[in-house]
């Protein structure tokens, strides 16, 4: 039976249609996806897990239990990036989850003024 190797990273990306009139590529591109590639390589040394990015643990941290890694080079270019392993899920009641929502929401709103 074959292994599961899954990364997650959030940030901006140009997704679409790229390329020229003969050959038209649907897919994404930008400093995130890069990072995210670079990130999959890690889930070798783990295999059947669930590793996320910096980014995305800001964002998932609540609701999911995370093991970090520690701070981990993405790539030959110098990059680096805490990574953190998904261990599971957190147990929480329905208004801790409208608690937690209303937070994110909030942030996302400031974040768009600025």
């Given at each position: ?63 999911v239990e995370t093991r ?47």
């Amino acid at each position: 039976m074959g292994e599961i190797r899954i990364s997650i990273n959030t940030g901006d990306a140009i997704v679409g249609n790229i390329g020229f009139e003969k050959k038209m590529d649907y897919t994404a591109i930008g400093d995130v996806v890069n990072d995210t590639f670079r990130l999959q390589e890690h889930t070798r040394e783990k295999p059947d897990s669930i590793l996320v990015g910096s980014s995305t643990y800001q964002k998932i941290h609540p609701f999911v239990e995370t093991r970090s890694l520690g701070i981990r080079e993405l790539g030959t270019d110098g990059g680096r990036m805490e990574v953190y392993e998904v261990t599971g899920k957190k147990e929480m009641s329905d208004i801790e989850y409208l608690m937690h929502q209303a937070k994110f929401k909030d942030a996302e709103q400031t974040d768009h003024r600025n």
